[in-house]
């Protein structure tokens, strides 16, 4: 993407970002009242009930609104990750894995005979 292209797009996502934010904080700013069965709950004093639902709503999609306008224009810092390397030794030349594959079916047949288990995890450790 060219460098104009670009930016010209991300203005047009940022114009796109606030003019959703404004419509959600039009319903964070209005008065919602409970609703059942299509009609309108009213309190013990005789009011409507108040619904916070809405606005609680509008507020989870504002925050979603603020985290997609900062990613857009790249004001998140960079995660930090936590990374473990472990060196394995290279792979056996060809003759060297069938022989040692060879002993192990070996050792397998001999333990089966024998009654014993033959345990993958001793069998690759030596045991």
């Known amino acids: 993407i060219v460098r104009d292209d670009a ?6 996502e940022a114009e796109r970002l606030d003019g959703l ?4 904080l039009g319903v964070l700013e209005r008065t919602h009242y409970a609703h059942s069965h299509g ?18 709503s509008a507020l989870r999609e504002m925050r979603q609104i603020r985290e ?11 995660q930090a990750a936590d990374v473990t390397v472990r060196a394995t030794a290279p ?13 192990v079916a070996a050792e397998i047949a001999r333990r089966a005979a ?7 995890e001793s ?3 030596g045991q």
């Open 7 to 12: 930016e010209a797009l991300r203005a047009r």
């Open 21 to 24: 934010y404004e419509e959600a």
């Open 39 to 56: 009609q309108l709950v009213i309190g013990p004093n005789g009011e409507p009930l108040h619904d916070p639902g809405p606005q609680l």
């Open 68 to 78: 997609s306008y900062r990613r857009l224009h790249g004001l998140d810092a960079a």
């Open 91 to 103: 792979p056996a030349d060809e003759p060297d894995r069938q022989q040692r594959l060879g002993a």
């Open 114 to 120: 024998s009654g014993q288990d033959p345990d993958a």
């Open 123 to 125: 069998l690759l450790s």
